[in-house]
């Protein structure tokens, strides 16, 4: 699927392709450099992690486990419940090793950072968070992400693992949906 096959439904590409691929290649050197002689369990966050992880844990020189975890803070549409669910927990513990939660978008910040703390509490060695797209302008609490590919506006993004009611997630690029689409509202889960 490309940018011809969206007809009215893209507003723009706003991340390319190449411009993903040159960033994952990017943020693996700086892991691989952090994490050197240390074996990383990544931790997806499911479903617009996928192809996030999937591309990084290639490019990854370490040694790496992965595991996902599923949640939920919507109750429908594109608005926060404000209730985070864990849908599926991870398989592995996490005792003791080193984490890298991987998210595809950080937006309010509030699941990400109920993630973060119902993760630290399992007694991880450390917990990082690498993500792909943050919207400054969205967040309603900073969390410390050590590894973040691109801040963008606070736009309804779609490609790359980001969806619309489980559509657009096999786009190669990130790219804004237009607004008649979803009803103009730009919040997304992270």
């Not at 591309?55 to 990854?60: F, G, P």
Request: glycine share 8%; charged share 25%; aromatic share 6%.
């Amino acid at each position: 699927m490309d940018e011809t096959d969206m007809r009215a439904d893209l507003e723009k590409v706003l991340i390319s392709e190449e411009e993903l691929q040159s960033k994952i290649r990017e943020l693996a050197a700086q892991i691989d450099a952090d994490y050197a002689g240390r074996e990383i369990l990544l931790v997806g966050v499911l479903k617009g992690a996928v192809m996030v992880m999937a591309d990084l844990a290639r490019a990854l020189r370490s040694p790496v486990s992965m595991d996902w975890m599923a949640v939920s803070s919507y109750g429908s549409g594109t608005q926060s419940s404000g209730v985070v669910r864990i849908l599926k927990d991870l398989d592995a513990d996490i005792m003791d090793r080193h984490v890298l939660i991987v998210e595809d978008i950080i937006d309010s910040g509030l699941t990400l950072h109920w993630l973060m703390s119902n993760l630290e509490s399992r007694g991880p060695a450390s917990i990082e968070v690498c993500a792909l797209l943050r919207k400054p302008d969205a967040a309603k609490i900073e969390v410390d992400v050590k590894y973040l590919g691109f801040d963008i506006p606070n736009e309804f993004v779609i490609g790359y693992g980001l969806d619309y009611a489980e559509r657009y997630r096999n786009l190669p690029f990130v790219g804004t949906l237009a607004p008649h689409v979803y009803g103009g509202s730009g919040e997304q889960e992270g």
